[in-house]
């Protein structure tokens, strides 16, 4: 299962730190699911998705939002399966942290409720964020509500639940932590068998970056700086619990295999090895950097169902390879390159700016610049 809340932005990553699971064991004629969200100024839309088997005998549907001590309910004809409603004043006043419920009943004529959705599985929260957004200020955002519908746990032992999070294709800052997250069976809070981990826009929670890095002559001034800032990001990876590997593919040397695939096409077990294959002093003049992103996807040994990204260093354009295929590499196996490079230099625009890393949706950012830009 998958479910994708409306975003405002980075806000979105902020309020789902907050975010609650539950699971729930109930019968599939009696519940079906809902999903709300404020797709503007003062307007929400709230969907419901009634099981077939209802639907003839149904005459409207009774749909009620709750917060504290105040609630209202509307009728909405049964041939509807959403609504959009203009927010009253008495919404729109909550004060932040204040979370939203919302419930849809469908009901006979004769007022008989047929069935309804889980009142824990649809809120809207009043961000406590300072800052305005594109759909209020303070906005009105998603928390995430799961339930499952009475599943065989001789058949489907395990259960998982997906949240997509448009971060623009950087890595948020403020982590998604197992801390963030509860699941309750049959009311009661789950600790064991219960684990949330990040999912890196879909994936499992571990996280393959492969550093294709110009060790050439025009490099000297520089590569201590690349060195230092390769440091702090596994440092800051390290702090944020990713599980991160690290692969090197080095090019521009005037000696050897260029591009040359270090240590095997292996991660390396130790982050500082890595570090010290890194040349600070460097020589050449032959920069085959599109050559060295069509090697790493080839020869990298990445882990199955990893985040995988490249990250590619040189002040140079592209003396060797092909750039096309490289971005038709990396859009099929579904990795992205950054690029920390001078898009001003030669061909670069095209090769890299525009095309590896624009074509595979990464981020361009200076030679010598930091890698926070990744963490934003």
């Not at 209202?72 to 006043?93: E, G, N, R, V």
């Not at 955002?141 to 998982?160: E, K, V, W």
């Not at 623009?168 to 997250?181: E, H, K, T, V």
């Not at 090769?351 to 963490?375: E, K, N, R």
Request: one cysteine or more.
């Amino acid at each position: 299962m998958r479910y994708t809340p409306v975003s405002a932005g980075g806000l979105l990553v902020v309020l789902l730190m907050t975010a609650t699971a539950f699971f729930t064991a109930s019968s599939a004629s009696e519940w079906f699911d809902q999903t709300a969200c404020m797709v503007s100024d003062g307007v929400i839309e709230v969907r419901w998705y009634p099981p077939p088997g209802i639907r003839d005998a149904v005459d409207h549907y009774s749909l009620t939002w709750m917060c504290e001590a105040y609630s209202d309910q509307i009728h909405i004809p049964a041939s509807l399966d959403h609504c959009l409603f203009a927010a009253d004043s008495a919404l729109l006043a909550l004060p932040p942290g204040t979370q939203v419920q919302f419930s849809i009943e469908a009901r006979e004529a004769g007022e008989e409720r047929l069935a309804g959705t889980d009142p824990s599985s649809a809120h809207l929260c009043r961000s406590t964020a300072e800052d305005s957004g594109p759909l209020g200020d303070p906005p009105m955002l998603p928390i995430l509500g799961l339930s499952d519908r009475g599943f065989d746990d001789a058949q489907f032992p395990t259960l998982f639940a997906w949240v997509g999070i448009d971060s623009a294709g950087q890595i948020p800052r403020d982590s998604l932590l197992q801390s963030a997250f509860e699941a309750y069976e049959d009311g009661a809070l789950i600790t064991d068998c219960f684990q949330a981990s990040r999912a890196g826009g879909g994936y499992g929670s571990q996280a393959d970056f492969v550093f294709l890095i110009d060790v050439s002559a025009s490099m000297a001034d520089k590569i201590q700086i690349v060195q230092a800032n390769i440091i702090a990001f596994i440092a800051a990876l390290e702090a944020l619990d990713y599980d991160a590997k690290f692969g090197y593919v080095r090019f521009g040397h005037p000696t050897g295999d260029n591009p040359r695939v270090m240590n095997g096409g292996d991660f390396y077990e130790d982050p500082a090895d890595f570090i010290d294959a890194i040349p600070m002093v460097v020589s050449g003049d032959w920069e085959p950097g599109c050559q060295a992103a069509i090697d790493a996807v080839m020869e990298i040994n990445f882990r199955p169902g990893s985040l995988k990204q490249l990250v590619l260093i040189t002040d140079e354009d592209s003396d060797e390879g092909d750039c096309q295929m490289a971005i038709a590499l990396c859009n099929t196996k579904d990795i992205n390159i950054h690029g920390a490079v001078d898009c001003d230099e030669g061909d670069a625009q095209s090769q890299y700016c525009d095309g590896l890393v624009g074509q595979t949706g990464g981020l361009v950012f200076g030679v010598t610049d930091p890698f926070d830009q990744l963490f934003d």
